[in-house]
């Protein structure tokens, strides 16, 4: 911590982004205990995955007085997960994206949620659906943004966009 707090001014934004294995094992890999040290000095920004554990931390995340979260949803649809690969159970992750939301809204935690609109294989229904979802969880401390889909170079939405069109 020392070398940080003598590099930084104190309030400084701490943004922790990073792949969800770091996240998954908040306590095991002391994650926990290195925030804890910080969350005074610094202000903390999340960048979260769904999957990333964040439920077995809930608490400890909120005695760090975040400043924010920003968590990619993405879709709420089942059959978009799954083409976008987000996870094995889509099911269980819109529940827990749920659930997130929810706790979030509850507690007042700053939270920006993103959103895809347009993934290949979208219809009407899907979008008005992936509009509800986010209707549902509308609040002051919740900003909701969606994106259209973009097929950047080198990803197989790209390389494999004939199958999409």
Known sequence: MYALTN???????????G??????NWRKNGLMDILRNYSNYFRLNFNLGIESGWEYE?????KLNLWNIFVGIESCDVNT?????????????????????SRCKKEGVYTFASYIYGYPGHTIKDIDKLDKFML?????????IGFPCEAYPGTE???????YE
Request: charged share 25%.
């Open 19 to 24: 792949s969800n294995h770091l996240f998954r």
């Open 81 to 101: 997960l799954f083409r976008m690969k987000k996870s094995k159970n889509p099911k269980l992750y819109i529940e827990k994206a749920s659930d997130f939301l």
């Open 136 to 144: 549902n969880y509308s609040c002051d401390n919740i900003v909701q």
């Open 157 to 163: 939405l790209l390389l494999n966009r004939k199958l």
């Open 58 to 62: 809930w608490e400890d995340i909120l």
């Open 7 to 17: 590099i930084y001014p104190h309030g400084t934004l701490l943004t922790l982004a």
